[in-house]
């Protein structure tokens, strides 16, 4: 994809493909799943119970799966919707390429809705990356790839 840069050069950057995208997903936070995942603890006065919640960046500027592909000025915990619950929400008020770095623009929203349940599921990560659990939600990912490749 051919564009412009602020200097009137024309620049060609590799769109990630959707393979590419989830193992760079899995090698990323598997280096360090507790202090890569972006999430902040919270707590619930209804459940008196303390948790944690998926934000798409943290005070610290850790990120989650969809926040890493986020353009850098939505890479904020003032961006209007950091603390949405899904992609699928921010994606009705803002196109893919106005939120989005321009190497991920083309991933198709099922596949960013996959990357945050990997992400945001505990029982997904252990301390030396994906747990079984994990490693079957990513198998179904990677074969839900495969099958969208057949059918271009």
């Known amino acids: 994809m051919a564009r412009q840069n602020n200097r009137g050069e024309i620049t ?3 769109q990630m493909t959707k393979l590419e995208l ?20 919270v707590f619930d006065a209804e459940e008196n119970h303390c948790g944690s ?6 005070e ?29 929400d921010i994606l009705d008020y803002m196109s893919p390429e106005e939120l989005f770095v321009e190497e991920v623009q083309d991933i198709p929203q099922w596949l960013w809705t996959s990357l945050q349940g990997l992400h945001d599921i505990d029982g997904n990560w252990g ?11 990513a198998e179904k990912i990677y074969q839900k790839i495969i099958k969208s490749e057949g059918e271009k």
């Open 12 to 14: 060609m950057k590799k």
């Open 22 to 41: 989830l193992q760079d997903t899995i090698r990323y936070y598997s280096e360090n799943p507790e202090g890569k995942r972006a999430l902040e603890n």
């Open 53 to 58: 919640d998926c934000v798409y960046t943290t």
């Open 60 to 88: 610290n500027g850790q990120h989650c799966a969809v926040g890493r592909f986020l353009k850098k000025e939505h890479q904020s915990t003032e961006f209007q919707y950091n603390e949405e619950n899904s992609i699928i």
């Open 127 to 137: 301390e030396k990356g994906l747990t079984q659990q994990g490693e079957e939600r």
